[in-house]
């Protein structure tokens, strides 16, 4: 018989305005097992492991840990327990050691001082043990993504947690990477770890998974072995309906005449003293999606800023947009020229939380003639586009004047896309588009972009999802230390491990190969 370490009894969670974030969930978690948590955003993953880990208490329900019923008043007191947590975004400090963002909190003393060859000591062993191959002096700003989230695991395992929490811990990693990753998520497992196992990427679930648990508007919808289920019957389970997957069949094949929506020609920037970018050179046809993939801090971020005019930033070469030169032009003045971005920051950049959907839903063509009379805004008019966008883009809201800070991750991506559609792009800047959110938002993201292509605006997709990038693009350029490293002028011949040795640096095209990616 499997021990069970972990068990959760009718846990339910009711937030004072009335939302119920969980109701009645029943679950139990055997020891050494890998266990994953699938659902949609908003489906209730994120408090239930917020309840674990000690962030939140049960409105009602009981959880049991090691035999004990559990009343955590904070997450130390998860930790002290034996519960680690590894959070979606980092939560490093970049310009310490390893060793200091291990030991933070947990410092070995030398009398009143930190005893720091003795931490060294520990962090070392620690790491050595798991083989995760780390120098625990080295700064976390010099690691790649995929050793910061060895990090945030050996962080877990000093305090010797016995069973861990990963989030969305493959969100930014490459194949290649995220391969390395399980193999050491199989190590922990040997040695008597049990892994919670939190994504929304159901192939690695598939993958990794002893069990699997799914949560729908709240409510557990069962837990599964891992081979009672198909890729089919899973996605059914999260989102009630099945998945169309094949998105190739979406796509037309209009003629428009090879007219180019952008031509990014040369174009080199410093960012902090330092080359981000060098001689970045590549189009955008109308009527195609051109794929960038690359890991994370590549120059995928200084790329768009440049292109939108979003930041001001002195870089050399050419951005045109629609045959026209866009030196010196703000982001109003190349939204002007038919340009439309979703930025990858929603809440930072795409959406006003405290404002209403309706506000939002104009923000970026508030002055044009339907909205703006000139002197005022025609709120009757603002009202039925809001309210037509939220029933085509199926937004989840009682209201178009609910605030937008309030939606569910895939509801304000809808509100974003919705906007930025209603523009009637002849050019999209689509930044990590789907990030964060559930499946079945994002099926209908993927929809729409095609739908985009399809009427004829050229798509710059920016992906750190090696699917997406694959599933949506009819091209695809590699990033890799400011540079295009690869081109595939068919993203039907793409394979995903070849794809994530260019993204890796381990492989790089020639200057002729990569010069398709203009010309073609």
Do not use: W
């Amino acid at each position: 018989m499997a021990e069970t370490i972990l068990k959760l009894d009718k846990v339910t969670k009711v937030y004072p305005n009335g939302t119920v974030a969980n109701r009645d969930i029943n679950m139990e978690f055997e020891k050494g097992e890998i266990h994953s948590i699938v659902g949609e955003n908003g489906a209730g993953k994120s408090t239930l492991m917020k309840m674990i880990f000690g962030i939140e208490a049960p409105s009602s329900g009981t959880i049991t840990y090691k035999g004990q019923e559990t009343h955590f008043a904070s997450s130390m007191d998860a930790i002290k327990a034996g519960i680690g947590m590894v959070h979606q975004h980092f939560m490093l400090i970049p310009s310490f050691s390893i060793v200091d963002n291990i030991i933070l909190g947990d410092e070995p003393k030398n009398g009143i001082f930190i005893d720091r060859k003795e931490a060294t000591r520990k962090t070392q062993e620690v790491s050595d043990k798991y083989n995760f191959e780390l120098d625990v002096t080295a700064k976390v700003s010099t690691l790649s993504v995929a050793k910061r989230q060895k990090v945030e695991i050996l962080k877990t395992l000093y305090r010797e947690a016995e069973l861990i929490i990963l989030d969305e811990p493959t969100s930014v990693l490459t194949p290649q990477e995220t391969e390395q990753l399980f193999v050491q998520l199989r190590s922990l497992q040997a040695q008597g770890h049990t892994i919670l196992f939190i994504s929304h990427k159901l192939e690695e679930v598939k993958k990794i998974s002893d069990r699997i648990s799914v949560i729908r508007n709240g409510v557990s919808k069962g837990t599964y072995r891992n081979d009672e289920l198909t890729m089919e019957q899973l996605t059914n389970l999260i989102i009630g309906r099945d998945l169309e997957n094949d998105l190739d069949e979406f796509k037309t094949n209009e003629d428009f005449h090879n007219e180019k929506a952008l031509i990014v020609e040369n174009l080199s920037m410093e960012r902090n003293g330092k080359p981000a970018l060098n001689n970045v050179s590549f189009a955008v046809k109308k009527g195609e999606i051109l794929g960038i993939a690359g890991v994370e801090g590549n120059g995928q971020v200084d790329l768009v800023r440049c292109i939108t005019g979003l930041e001001k930033i002195k870089y050399d070469g050419k951005i045109i947009i629609n045959n026209t030169d866009t030196t010196g032009m703000n982001i109003k003045a190349r939204r002007d020229l038919k340009m439309a971005y979703i930025p990858e920051d929603r809440m930072g950049d795409g959406t006003a939380g405290k404002l209403p959907i309706s506000d939002n839903i104009i923000s970026t063509y508030y002055t044009r003639d339907d909205v703006n009379s000139g002197m005022f805004m025609d709120g009757k008019a603002i009202d039925r586009i809001s309210n037509d966008l939220i029933e085509t883009f199926a937004v989840k809201t009682s209201s178009n004047k609910t605030a937008v800070g309030s939606l569910s991750g895939g509801n304000i991506q809808k509100v974003v896309v919705a906007r930025e559609y209603n523009t009637k792009p002849t050019f999209m800047i689509a930044e990590q588009p789907t990030h964060g959110i559930d499946i079945g938002s994002a099926e209908f993201v993927h929809h729409k972009l095609i739908e985009m292509r399809n009427a004829g605006a050229g798509i710059l997709l920016v992906s750190a999802d090696l699917n997406e990038v694959i599933d949506l693009s009819d091209r695809v350029i590699v990033m890799f230390d400011g540079e295009i490293a690869g081109y595939f002028p068919d993203a039907n011949d793409i394979n995903e491990s070849n794809l994530g040795m260019y993204m890796l640096g381990a492989k790089k095209q020639t200057a002729e190969e990569i010069g398709g990616a203009l010309n073609d």
